[in-house]
């Protein structure tokens, strides 16, 4: 994906960040907890480490609460013993038959509940997600003597009473539902976008509610994985080892900070989510070849480990890079440090190259321009990252986490040749400490803090030699602007009575941009966040939230020092304040049956400050210094539906459907508006759904899923100057629907060891619908033509 710089860089491919970043990577599955697996473990671990790992977020945690009653008189029981399967995490009831278990790791639980007298009451399948209370309430019946059986109550309700946040999440059994085009298989925006709020623009990128793409905050179990130069994603995105995918479209919480579109929180498996070894081969048309290898488990003295790795080659044909060899590897070790103790280790890295048809013959090295033997144009993306967390356990209701880590994040794009015509190289190293306090005072209020402060080392190099040629003066510049970001929140999550629920959150936010050539500067900010929630019934939710989000303005834009003077009247240095939105949503969520539930959500947002490009003159743009500003402002408004049905009778799926309207004075950063005239942006898609059908028997699985789009908007030119130019997007590329099949068949044996086949094809009937059209009316962009891949996954 090729950025054009300033006037004319051209836009990456999907895969790639704004910044040019790629990303690709994958996901299989795992078994078996011997020796053996814990060695090969360990060495993978050492390996990621050797040659730096960039430290991430981890030990994320979960809370499950709940209130216990007799079945028969209603009466609150206390003394109950609760346990939390397959953990040391067990309570009791107080007098009030209430109950709390703070810090359990984000996955899927029994909870059992015991006490004399009574039959023990056991409630299956219990979601936790970092972050989030899970309510698990019992009634307990009186035991009769010669049975004291386990009594398994009904499942567990399909909507979370207790989350105000807009939250959607997918976990990796639904990931093989959507398999799409090479470019977004084991892919954040191949997942994303399949629910409500998201929508891809031509290139694949989602955006979250109408707002820019480098306006998303992408977490890696919690810890932020944008890099300060572009404020784009700093990895690959890829999803190897993802357990789940918390997608927040609105209302997010205050520790969620610098992202003002939107959140996309992967949480890694652990061994106990994910025992045992798998390792998946792919093959298919467009030369993909590939494979996946997972391995997790729990030793004996309580090492829980887990590690992934994809590596995946394609030549991804039509598309703007013809060929990518991409490699992802991820590890997570919990090791219990005492009863009260934990220590995590979540370490990764990855890297992608994507090449170009064209072809350059020199490069830039030490010595400036240099000629070399011919070689593609490419961009080439590597990441590391490394954090340890220390998880200590105060009281069955208290908590604390403290995460030292490190992550860093590479670029560069070699395509000096005439057909892309410009080189640019970044790199980012962010160095962080985070402290997160949660205490379940009392069944009123869970009050959580914390605190990160994050140190960024940030590079950027680009010239573009065709301007020396065409203006006498080489276009070279620097943007070596380093960061220091600390914030600050606190928040107190309320049940106000049995129906209401309450949140009231601050956030406080503060950047110092220390610059090369100019005097230092620094932005700060208060972030307020309020929501509420009734519950109507036991199956029906409203809810509805007020936030104010903030995100601080990318390094490359606050200061740039230029080789020649020349070019210093473009994009000077600047005094920037941070981007805001202002964002209110409703929501009804209603569990219609046993199996299906129904969440719609209103939304309307208000953006200001939005960084754009103008004259410090506008009277004089012949002579004016061309500037960035927080002139931009926008709106969006719009409506989300989410309808599920969980898996029973071989059956299950969802329907997801957006309905947007978002306008702003630009859709681009480097774009001159005029104040006040807004227009579509780039990425406004009127109707955008997804259907997504399972039906899994007898060792077969069939999914299909089918999306729709009703178009992009885009706008023509005459190319006559004497006549009015078109409202900026007022035209709209025609509606599209893309369906894919993907099949699965269990194989037990045979000339085939134990595993799984699978088949996908997407794009099933071969659509080569515009995504995009250009001033000309002609497409800049279709829809990837008909994939097919064969998959073979081998279990141990």
């Not at 999550?493 to 110092?512: F, I, K, N, T, V």
């Not at 789009?709 to 997007?729: F, I, K, M, Q, R």
Request: net charge negative.
């Amino acid at each position: 994906m090729v950025y054009k710089y300033s006037y004319q860089v051209c836009r990456p491919p999907a895969g790639i960040s704004p910044l040019g970043h790629i990303k690709k990577v994958g996901a299989c599955k795992l078994r078996s907890s011997t020796a053996i697996p814990v060695a090969v473990a360990l060495v993978l671990a050492l390996l990621m480490t050797a040659g730096i790992i960039t430290p991430v977020r981890g030990g994320t945690t979960g809370i499950i609460s709940g209130t216990i009653t007799d079945s028969e008189t209603g009466q609150k029981l206390a003394g109950v013993n609760v346990i939390v399967e397959g953990t040391d995490l067990t309570t009791v009831t107080d007098e009030n038959g209430y109950y709390v278990i703070t810090n359990v790791p984000p996955g899927d639980y029994a909870v059992t509940a015991s006490l004399i007298g009574y039959s023990d009451v056991r409630m299956e399948k219990v979601s936790v997600l970092m972050d989030v209370v899970a309510s698990v309430g019992f009634e307990m019946a009186t035991a009769v003597a010669e049975e004291e059986e386990v009594i398994v109550t009904e499942a567990k309700p399909m909507i979370q009473r207790d989350v105000v946040p807009t939250m959607y999440v997918m976990d990796h059994t639904q990931e093989p539902m959507v398999r799409n085009q090479p470019n977004l298989l084991y892919q954040t925006p191949g997942i994303v976008a399949t629910q409500p709020g998201v929508v891809a623009d031509e290139g694949g990128y989602p955006h979250i509610r109408g707002g820019r793409a480098n306006q998303v905050g992408y977490l890696l179990d919690g810890i932020l994985i944008t890099e300060p130069v572009t404020n784009g994603f700093g990895t690959n995105i890829v999803t190897v080892g993802m357990d789940k995918m918390e997608i927040f479209t609105g209302g997010y919480r205050p520790e969620y900070g610098n992202a003002i579109s939107g959140v996309f929180n992967q949480l890694v498996k652990t061994g106990r989510t994910a025992p045992g070894a798998s390792l998946e081969f792919l093959g298919g048309s467009e030369s993909l070849r590939g494979n996946y290898s997972q391995l997790g488990g729990v030793t004996e003295k309580g090492l829980d480990y887990y590690v992934g790795a994809f590596l995946w080659h394609s030549g991804l044909e039509g598309l703007q890079f013809n060929e990518v060899d991409c490699s992802d590897t991820i590890g997570k070790f919990n090791y219990p440090a005492g009863r009260k103790d934990k220590l995590t280790l979540l370490v990764g890295n990855g890297s992608a190259k994507y090449q170009f048809p064209s072809v350059h013959t020199q490069t830039y090295g030490p010595d400036g321009l240099q000629a070399i033997s011919p070689e593609r144009d490419h961009n080439h993306q590597s990441h590391v990252f490394t954090a340890l967390t220390w998880n200590h356990t105060i009281s069955p209701s208290s908590f604390f986490t403290l995460r030292p880590y490190y992550f860093r994040s590479r670029n560069k794009v070699d395509a000096i040749s005439d057909d892309i015509g410009f080189w640019w190289e970044t790199e980012s190293g962010t160095t962080g400490l985070q402290f997160d306090y949660t205490n379940q005072i009392s069944a009123q209020h869970l009050l959580k803090a914390g605190a990160v402060r994050m140190a960024g080392d940030n590079k950027y190099w680009v010239t573009v030699p065709i301007y020396a040629t065409l203006y006498g003066a080489d276009y070279e510049y620097t943007a070596d602007t380093d960061t220091v970001q600390t914030g600050l929140y606190v928040q107190d999550q309320m049940r106000l009575s049995p129906r209401w629920g309450a949140e009231a959150g601050l956030r406080y936010d503060r950047m110092h941009y220390d610059k090369v050539a100019n005097p230092d500067t620094s932005e700060s900010q208060l972030s307020p966040r309020l929501g509420l929630s009734y519950a109507v019934d036991p199956r029906t939710n409203l809810r509805c939230s007020y936030g104010k989000m903030i995100q601080f303005v990318y390094t490359q834009a606050v200061e740039r020092n230029y080789t020649d003077p020349m070019w210093s009247f473009y994009y000077p240095n600047a005094d920037l304040k941070p981007e805001t939105c202002t964002q209110y949503d409703l929501g009804w969520e209603r569990q219609v049956s046993d199996d299906y539930s129904l969440q719609v959500t209103p939304f309307y947002r208000k953006f200001k400050d939005l960084l754009q490009t103008t004259y410090l003159d506008p009277s004089n743009p012949e002579t004016s210094l061309v500037i960035f500003d927080n002139l931009g402002g926008g709106t969006s408004k719009g409506i989300e539906l989410l309808v599920k049905k969980r898996a029973s009778n071989n059956w299950s799926g969802w329907l997801s459907y957006t309905y947007s309207s978002a306008k702003a004075e630009s859709s681009s950063d480097r774009e001159f508006i005029t104040p006040g005239v807004s227009h579509y942006v780039d990425w406004d898609q009127r109707h955008t759904a997804v259907v997504v059908l399972n039906y899994m028997k007898n060792g077969w699985t069939h999914s299909l899923m089918a999306e729709y789009g009703s178009g992009l908007p885009y706008n023509l030119d005459d190319g006559d100057p004497d006549t009015p130019a078109e409202t900026p997007n007022s035209r709209r590329v025609a509606s599209h629907v893309v369906v894919n099949l993907n099949v699965a068949r269990e194989v037990k044996g045979g000339w085939l060891p134990q595993g799984e086949m699978r088949l996908s094809i997407a794009n099933l009937f071969n659509t080569g619908a515009a995504l995009d059209r250009g001033p000309d009316g002609q497409p800049t962009a279709r829809m990837p033509g008909r994939f097919v891949s064969l998959g073979y996954t081998r279990h141990f």
